[in-house]
């Protein structure tokens, strides 16, 4: 990693997805930093956060006074509701999801594939997983699919790849990646880089990736406000 190259931080991340999201959409939010993204959706915009253990209409996190011990969402997370969420059971939480009501769902991943392809429930690493929840419903059968998720392992391998070495959640259902250095969409030709992280040239992306990349003409640079 280059001196000047600061990999954006969770907060960051979700930060830049929430500003994607669009008004009056019905959004799920996978476990881990997709969660954040309801702490970032602008202002002015109605957008309707769903979860699959039966909430619709999902607020900021709930913090201080404001935490209720029953109020969760599927990642166990505490959470507050906006006025007119709806509160159901599972089996109508996952009707909305394999039936196709839901506009997007936003799910972390291990990799992500040059064809759209998302492996997120298995890294087969020992003592973590395999965990799945409700990722297969939601990949299948949400109208879009993005994923937030690191750039690369902490090992330093990619994550964005030619083919997926993990088990598959679903075959190209992917169309957006925000990474810790970058907005990526996939595409028919594969993925095409939208923004970067300032200091990152595209040799350097070239390098932290398993696969053909191109880049917008209009490819700029992936800024966000900082958090503490």
């Keep these: ?34 969660t954040l993204v309801g702490n970032f959706i602008p202002g002015g915009r109605e ?3 769903q979860s699959e253990n039966g909430l619709l209409g999902i607020g900021p996190a709930a913090t201080g006074n404001g935490i209720d011990p029953d109020m969760v969402d599927a990642g166990g ?4 509701l906006l006025p007119g969420a709806s509160i159901f059971d599972s089996a109508l939480a996952f009707t909305m999801m394999r039936g196709g009501h839901i506009d997007l769902t936003v799910l972390g991943g291990f990799q992500v594939s040059a064809r759209g392809d998302l492996a997120n429930w298995d890294a ?6 395999p965990l799945v929840g409700g ?13 937030i998720m690191e750039h690369v392992t902490r ?16 075959k190209g259902v992917v169309s957006r990646v925000y990474t810790s250095m970058a907005v990526v ?19 350097d992306m070239r390098r932290t990736s398993d696969a053909p990349l ?13 958090f503490g």
Excluded at 214 to 226: E, H, I, K, N
């Design 214 to 226: 191109s880049f917008a003409p209009d490819c700029g640079v992936l800024r966000t406000p900082a």
């Design 185 to 203: 969409d996939v595409t028919p030709d594969g993925f095409l880089v939208r923004e970067m992280i300032e200091g990152m040239t595209e040799a």
């Design 47 to 49: 957008v309707m956060l």
């Design 124 to 129: 087969m690493m020992e003592g973590r997983g």
């Design 77 to 80: 997370q505490k959470i507050t």
């Design 1 to 34: 990693m280059k001196g000047n190259m600061q990999p954006l931080d969770r907060n960051q991340m979700a930060w830049r997805c929430a500003q994607d999201v669009a008004d009056g959409a019905y959004v799920n939010l996978g476990i881990g930093i997709p």
């Design 155 to 170: 090992e330093g391998g990619a994550r964005l790849v030619r083919d997926c070495t993990y088990p598959l959640t679903a």
């Design 135 to 147: 990722a297969m419903d939601l990949a299948a059968g949400a109208k879009s699919v993005w994923v």
